[in-house]
C-alpha cells in the first residue's frame, strides 16, 4: 500500500517556465513534508520542507505548498533550469524525527 | 551530499556471505537513518537509531538484517547470510535533533550479490 504517491514518473519543462511535481498521500498521521533532489549514482539531497501549520514555504526558486483537507503538496520551480534536471522525491513522516515514507519520483527533465 | 559518509561506494558479496555497510554522520547529527532503494522505486525506510539505542526497526526484515550506531565510531547496517534479493542501493541519512531539521543523506553504498 502506497501511502505517498507521484503519479507522474516523468515530466518535461521548458527553461525559464514554470516546473510543477505532485505529491498526494494517503496516511492522514502525516504531518511533516519534505522534498529531495537526486542525480544518478548520488543520494537525495534535501530541497525544502514544510510542517502541517503552514500551507505554502518559499526558499529561493522552490515553493512548496501544502492542501491537507486534499492530503496533496506540490512543488513549484520557478524559473527553471537545466541543472534542475534529476528525479524528485516527494516524503513525509508523522512526526519530524521518524523514519521517512518516500513515494517513487518524477524525473524531471529541462528542455533548452 | 558532502557530510554524511558512507562506505564502501560498492560492495559485492555471494550469496550466503555477510554484508557490513558503514555510515558516519555529519557533524552534530545525532540521529541515523538506514533506507533501501530497489531500481525503479524509492527509498524505503529501515531503522532509526541515536547514540547506542534503536529507535525504530520497524522497516527491518526480521532476519539477517542488523544495525548499530556505537558510542564511537560509525552506524553499522550488517546483512548476514546475503541472498540475491539484497541486492540494492543503501543509504544512510542523518539529523540534528530539534524541530524542523530533515535528515540529509550519504551518497549510499551500492550492494551487488553474485
Known amino acids: 500500500d502506497q501511502q505517498v504517491k507521484q503519479n507522474s514518473p516523468s515530466l518535461s519543462v521548458q527553461e525559464g517556465r514554470i516546473s510543477i511535481l505532485n505529491c498526494d498521500y494517503t496516511?492522514?498521521?502525516?504531518?511533516?513534508f519534505l522534498w529531495y533532489k537526486k542525480y544518478p549514482a548520488e543520494g537525495p539531497t534535501f530541497l525544502i520542507s514544510i510542517s502541517s501549520i503552514k500551507d505554502k514555504n518559499e526558499d529561493g526558486r522552490f515553493t512548496v505548498f501544502l492542501n491537507k483537507s486534499a492530503k496533496h503538496l506540490s512543488l513549484h520551480i520557478v524559473p527553471s533550469q537545466p541543472g534542475d534536471s534529476a528525479v524528485y522525491f516527494c516524503?513525509?513522516?508523522?512526526?519530524?524525527?521518524?523514519?521517512?515514507?518516500f513515494g517513487k519520483g518524477t524525473h524531471l527533465i529541462i528542455q533548452p | 551530499n558532502a557530510g554524511v559518509m558512507q562506505n564502501p561506494r560498492h560492495l559485492v558479496r555471494r550469496r550466503g556471505q555477510e554484508a557490513r555497510l558503514r555510515c558516519s554522520p555529519m557533524?552534530?547529527?545525532?540521529?541515523v537513518y538506514w533506507y533501501r532503494q530497489l531500481p525503479e522505486e524509492g527509498l524505503k525506510f529501515m531503522v532509526y537509531l541515536q547514540k547506542e539505542n534503536i529507535i525504530d526497526e520497524s522497516g527491518m526484515p526480521k532476519e539477517r538484517f542488523s544495525a548499530e550506531f556505537p558510542k564511537e565510531g560509525p552506524s553499522i547496517l550488517r546483512i548476514q547470510q546475503v541472498v540475491r534479493g539484497d541486492s540494492a542501493a543503501y543509504f544512510c541519512?542523518?539529523?540534528?535533533?530539534?524541530?524542523?531539521?530533515?535528515?540529509?543523506f550519504g551518497d549510499g553504498t551500492r550492494l551487488s550479490i553474485l
Open positions: 541519512a542523518s539529523s540534528r535533533t530539534g524541530a524542523d531539521q530533515p535528515q540529509h
Open positions: 496516511n492522514s498521521m502525516f504531518d511533516y
Open positions: 516524503a513525509a513522516s508523522a512526526r519530524e524525527a521518524d523514519g521517512l515514507t
Open positions: 557533524k552534530g547529527h545525532s540521529h
